[in-house]
């Protein structure tokens, strides 16, 4: 007498293919999940890569033209602010693509962005916040700073609203009534460019961590940066002479 039990393997089959499947998008799930955090890392670290481009070409290019080629201070100023404005311009056209801009849209976006390059520009170099500087003096001689540490400290006090300028331009009678002895060498001095070449920046009362990374970012940025412990803690700021 013959059985008619069967055993159907191709359900058998399905469910344990099933099952892999699952398997699978539950790994997949959880390596997504993993891995989002260093997605966003990345993204973040992209982001504030773009931001500083333009920064590090305005400033870093303006000194290397300055100290480099000893193209003047205007004419430094001027390129590296026009390849600044030519990058931010860059960036605002990338965008208008990506997002499906018309042709003359792109264009104004493009204007826009290069002309707001400019216009800090301008900002920087005739303007500095009362909160920014140590005293009204100050902030009446800010104008005899070169253009090239006025914009580099105007960038400071973007990432850093606690930047304090306490000093920039001095005379003789500035270090006798300091108990020093006048440094003619100091930069501090008008130079031959008709500017200050220094200033101080505040480091009492502040974090120590800051300060570390304010006087490495002048440095990389082609400045010479100095702790010193004088008559007072600060970090001094100078602009090397062309040549």
Known sequence: MGSDLRIDYGELTGLVDEGAKQNRERKERRSRLRSAPVRLARRLALLAFLAVVPFALLIRGGVFFYQEWGIGTWPSLMLSAVASAGVLGLYAWLVSV?????????????????????????????????????????????????????????????????????????????YWLMGLPPNEASLH????????????????GRPEW??????????ALGFHSLRHVGTA???????????
Not at 189 to 204: I, K
Not at 210 to 219: A, C, I, K, P, Y
Not at 233 to 243: C, N
């Open 98 to 174: 990506r997002f499906g801009a018309a042709k003359r849209t792109r264009t104004l976006f493009t204007r826009a962005a290069g002309a707001v390059g400019i216009a800090y520009v301008a900002y920087a170099l005739v303007f500095v916040a009362s909160e920014n500087v140590k005293s009204d003096d100050i902030a009446a001689e800010y104008s005899s700073i070169h253009p090239l540490l006025r914009v580099a400290s105007s960038a400071l006090t973007l990432v850093d609203r606690g930047a304090v300028i306490t000093d920039a331009g001095r005379t003789t009678e500035d």
């Open 189 to 204: 001095f008008e130079q031959a460019s008709g500017y200050v070449h220094a200033l101080d920046l505040r480091t009492v």
């Open 210 to 219: 800051r300060n570390r990374l304010v006087e490495l970012g002048f440095w």
């Open 233 to 243: 803690d600060h970090l001094h700021i100078s602009l090397r002479l062309p040549g």
